[in-house]
């Protein structure tokens, strides 16, 4: 559910969050912490590679396992966590052996609920198994590209993938961006949709919060000097002056395929992702 601010000024008159789904007075377990090292969008020159990135608020890594490979050992939630390291939910989950672990977690999960990772795991939300168990039509997320190597699509908050055909040794999953692509069979997934889905409708308010999030201001291009972007020069408001959009070092931009056309698992897509309507 998003809470509204109370209107105290301008930047809060439409700032919104995301007020339940988590514990919001639970401490973070100590041992699943880790020191978050700063790279702040740089290679390791030194030099820039992605640009608006500095600053926020510190942080602590929380250590998230992704790959689930205690299989056929019953896990019980301890809590609900906001990780502020990525959009998603975290579960902290105790194993029957005494282990704990924080996992993804999905829309629904509560405090206490049960989960078993195994390929022979019932059907039912937050389990995970074998996508060739999974019927067709169920929503899955952490959706493993390689057996074995963990969950690597179908992470962000709200997200799931749908269970599309079984055919051939492969699992036909239509991912969100309305791509469908084959992937083994003997992939886990989790069953399920991402939770904190209301993610996407969160509203920021004002320009600090962007701040505290260690995300820096952008200048559009147009406004530049011409020495600065291929967009920039001219007296008052004036459109770009060209038939396509360029990056500042004058690459082609919005809409251009970015995909290697000899990228070898190209074979496994069955249907690329449909164009949004504008």
């Known amino acids: 559910m998003l809470k509204i601010r109370k209107i105290k000024n301008a930047g809060k008159r439409v700032m919104s969050f995301v007020k339940d789904g988590f514990d919001k007075k639970r401490e ?4 699943l912490l880790t020191k978050k090292t700063r790279k702040v969008g740089r290679m390791s020159t030194g030099k820039i590679s992605t640009r608006h990135r500095g600053g926020g608020h510190k942080r602590q890594y929380r250590i998230v396992d992704f790959r689930l490979n205690k299989t056929d050992i019953p896990a019980k939630i301890i809590g609900i966590e906001k990780d502020p390291n990525r959009s998603s939910f975290i579960a902290l989950v105790a194993f029957s052996d005494g282990e704990k672990k924080y996992i993804p977690s999905w829309h629904g999960a509560k405090e206490g609920d049960s989960i078993i990772i195994s390929d022979k795991a019932e059907i039912k939300i937050g389990n995970r198994t074998i996508l060739k168990r999974i019927p067709v039509g169920t929503e899955v997320f952490n959706v493993e590209l390689k057996a074995g190597k963990g969950g690597q699509i179908v992470r962000s908050a709200g997200s799931s993938a749908i269970v599309m055909a079984q055919e051939n040794g492969f699992t036909h999953l239509q991912l969100p961006s309305s791509e469908i692509r084959m992937i083994h069979d003997i992939c886990f997934a989790t069953i399920g949709k991402t939770g904190n889905i209301e993610h996407g ?9 962007k701040r505290w999030m260690g995300k820096r201001p952008q200048v559009r291009g147009k406004v530049m000097n011409p020495v600065d972007h291929p967009h920039g020069g001219g007296e008052g408001n004036q459109p770009i002056g060209l038939k396509y959009a360029k990056t500042p070092w004058g690459k082609p931009a919005k809409g251009v395929k970015t995909r290697k ?6 074979q496994y897509i069955v249907r690329r992702r449909k164009k949004k309507k504008k």
């Not at 973070?28 to 041992?31: I, V």
């Not at 056309?261 to 190209?266: A, E, L, T």
């Open 28 to 31: 973070p377990e100590k041992s």
């Open 201 to 209: 409708s969160v509203r920021i308010g004002k320009a600090g919060r």
């Open 261 to 266: 056309p000899k990228k070898p698992s190209s």
